[in-house]
Each structure stands twice: as C-alpha cells, then as structure tokens.
C-alpha cells in the first residue's frame, strides 16, 4: 500500500488511538537515532486505519526528528508487552498490516526491534506474523527475557534516557 504521508493531518481516529499512550517517540538512542515506544496491550484494533495511520505519523515524527548530518537512517522500536494476552490481542490483520508498513514503506529506516515481556500469547502472533516477512526484516526483531534486556538494550540506548521496562531510568 502506497503511503502518502506528507499531508498526514491528526484526525479524531488517530487521536483516540494515541489517547491510550500505545505508540510514542521518546529519547534517542546511543547513535541518535529516535526512540518509538510500542505497548501492544494498550492496542484496542477497534480501528483499523486509525491504528496504522497512528504507526505512520509516530514513524514518520521519529524520521523528521533525525540527524541527517549525523548519518541517522534508522529509529529503534522499544515493544513492552505486559498485559498482552490473548483478551487484548489485537486482530491479525492490524499486526500483520502493520509489520508490512514496517516492511514495505520504511525497510532501511528500521534498526532494532526490542520485544520484552513477551508470554506466550505474544510469542504465538510472532510465529504467525514472522512468516509473511522477509529475512532482512525479521533478523532486525529480538525477543528478549528478563536478564537480556540489562545485556542487550543499554548497548543501543542510554539506560538515563530509556524508560524502566527496558532496563532504563525514567519513570
């Protein structure tokens, strides 16, 4: 799907969609690059083309935040899955539309995908979904338990600049 996104405005949809606080940019990474927050429990589905226009916007905020002169390309999803389950699962078609967009319209701006807190409801759309991408886009994903994230995370991102649920600092 082609994307227009230099006449996005913020209509209601997106504004209910945003409300909840699912889908955010915050802080930077050690390189500089944006920092998109990602709370899929917090996902409702109950709109389809508000929930992927909000991934759009919050994507293409963090792309306007960039230093070019920097050489920053690319933004790091920090995904928080507490609360997820299959009661707050979102419809396939959101998460797999939205993977696709992902893959699609931004495939060299995306660096690292952080998923923590994964049970098993998340861990079960992730073998649904992985399939449909391509191998570039799922080698950027990782799944990480408990005693990763303090390995992994602060190798990408500052812990004073990176919020609790990803081994950071701020509250």
Same mark, same amino acid.
């Given at each position: 799907?082609?994307? &227009?996104?230099?006449?996005?405005?913020?209509?209601?949809?997106?504004?209910? %969609?945003? /409300?909840?606080?699912?889908?955010?940019?915050?802080?930077?990474?050690?390189?500089?690059? #944006?920092?998109?927050? $990602?709370?899929? /429990?917090? %996902?409702?589905?109950?709109?389809?083309?508000?929930?992927?226009?909000?991934?759009?916007?919050?994507? %293409? =905020? /963090?792309?306007?935040?960039?230093?070019?002169? =920097?050489?920053?390309?690319? !933004?790091?999803?920090?995904?928080?899955?507490?609360?997820?389950?299959?009661?707050?699962? #979102?419809?396939?078609?959101?998460?797999?539309?939205? !993977?696709?967009?992902?893959?699609?319209?931004?495939?060299? =701006?995306?660096?690292?995908? $952080?998923?923590? &807190?994964?049970?098993?409801?998340?861990?079960?759309?992730?073998?649904?979904?992985? #399939?449909?991408? &391509?191998? =570039?886009?799922?080698?950027?994903? $990782? !799944?990480?338990? %408990?005693?990763?994230?303090?390995?992994?995370?602060?190798?990408?991102? &500052?812990?004073?600049?990176?919020?609790?649920?990803?081994?950071?600092?701020?509250?």
């Amino acid at each position: 799907q082609e994307l &227009n996104t230099c006449c996005m405005k913020v209509d209601a949809g997106m504004r209910r %969609e945003a /409300a909840g606080g699912k889908m955010y940019t915050l802080g930077r990474g050690r390189s500089g690059e #944006p920092l998109v927050y $990602f709370r899929p /429990a917090l %996902e409702t589905g109950s709109d389809y083309e508000a929930s992927l226009h909000l991934l759009v916007y919050t994507l %293409e =905020r /963090a792309i306007k935040s960039m230093d070019s002169k =920097r050489g920053v390309e690319k !933004f790091i999803v920090l995904v928080d899955c507490t609360g997820f389950g299959l009661s707050r699962a #979102p419809p396939i078609s959101l998460v797999t539309g939205q !993977f696709k967009t992902l893959m699609h319209n931004y495939p060299m =701006r995306l660096g690292k995908v $952080f998923v923590v &807190n994964a049970g098993t409801p998340m861990n079960m759309l992730w073998k649904i979904v992985s #399939p449909i991408l &391509n191998e =570039r886009t799922r080698h950027k994903v $990782f !799944f990480l338990s %408990e005693k990763e994230i303090s390995q992994h995370i602060p190798q990408y991102v &500052n812990p004073d600049v990176l919020e609790v649920e990803f081994g950071g600092k701020l509250e």
